[in-house]
């Protein structure tokens, strides 16, 4: 995108404010994990922010912060580019998480590894993959007792489909604020 993506402009809120409006009634305890480079401008959030524990290890990096800073047996992570975000997905994922160590929409046969419980057990795998320096994230998946949320399931609770979008290039951003400007929000 050319520049950080927390900070674009939808519907007159930067991505990250309309995702913290969401998720702040619905968690205790909140942490914001950015680069080195974020963390000043971080601190006008109103929640706690960290650093990546390693820095330069993309998103991987960032879930593997996470956990470190936590004090939780379980996170629930989402990307800073995720402008639609559903309380309702949230909470049910949240209450069927329970007995998993990794807790993982699959929509449309594509995982959502940014949208995700990831229970403290998935800690020392994530760290050994960084160690390797493998940062695909699924890459770790098959070590630990994962769930899945099924697209049925996510279309119930979200059946406009936007939950799940997330901001990757200009035409998305251009996607996400046509979508705002229809949802009024």
């Excluded at 650093?51 to 939780?72: E, F, W």
């Excluded at 995982?111 to 890459?139: F, G, M």
């Excluded at 799940?164 to 949802?183: C, E, G, H």
Aim: aromatic content about 10%.
């Amino acid at each position: 995108m050319g520049e950080a993506k927390a900070f674009l402009d939808i519907a007159g809120r930067p991505l990250i404010k309309r995702i913290i409006d969401v998720i702040k009634p619905l968690f205790n305890d909140l942490l914001i994990v950015v680069n080195e480079a974020q963390f000043e401008k971080a601190q006008n959030w109103g929640i706690r922010v960290v650093t990546d524990v390693i820095p330069d290890k993309g998103s991987l990096g960032g879930i593997y912060s996470a956990l470190h800073y936590a004090d939780t047996p379980a996170v629930f992570c989402f990307a800073c580019d995720m402008p639609f975000l559903n309380e309702g997905l949230i909470n049910y994922m949240k209450k069927k998480s329970s007995g998993f160590d990794l807790f993982i929409p699959k929509y449309n046969d594509r995982l959502h590894p940014l949208h995700a419980v990831y229970c403290q057990r998935c800690r020392p795998h994530i760290e050994d993959q960084i160690k390797r320096d493998e940062l695909k994230i699924s890459k770790f998946f098959s070590q630990v007792h994962s769930g899945y949320l099924a697209s049925a399931e996510i279309a119930k609770l979200d059946s406009s489909g936007h939950a799940l979008f997330n901001i990757n290039t200009p035409a998305d951003l251009v996607k996400a604020r046509q979508i705002a400007k229809l949802r009024r929000a």
